[in-house]
Every structure is written in C-alpha cells, then in structure tokens.
C-alpha cells in the first residue's frame, strides 16, 4: 500500500495530455486501463522511485505521487 505525498490536479485536461506531461518529467508508463467509464494509468518513475496514479475525476485530471 503506498502513502501518496502528493495530489496534483489538472483542470479539464485529458488523461493522455496529462500522461504527455509527466513523461517529460521522466515517468514510465506502467499500464492502463481504459473503459467507457473509467482511464486510469500508473506511471513509474525510476530515478525518485515513486507512482503516479492518474485518474479521472469529472472534467479533471488527478494525480497522486507515491512515495
């Protein structure tokens, strides 16, 4: 079980626009998840060993830094 350090928001952005972004901040997508009702995709970023989970939350994209 992790201990999210971090919760990020991105406001009406898409999953895949997030996903573009923290891959330039260094993180590995993991897998994913896409379905009429839900994307959810775990990233892994070696050098500061933690995940990020994205989620949809309504409009919004979350993301929560583990540690």
Do not use: C
Not at 11 to 36: H, M, N, Q, Y
Not at 45 to 60: P, T
């Amino acid at each position: 079980m992790a201990t999210y350090i971090k919760t990020e928001h991105f406001f009406k952005r898409e999953v895949e626009a997030v996903s573009d972004i923290l891959r330039a901040r260094g993180f590995r997508e993991e897998w994913s998840i896409i379905t009429p009702y839900q994307a959810e995709i775990k990233m892994f970023h070696v050098l500061q060993n933690k995940f990020a989970l994205l989620r949809k939350q309504g409009n919004n994209t979350v993301v929560d830094y583990s540690r």
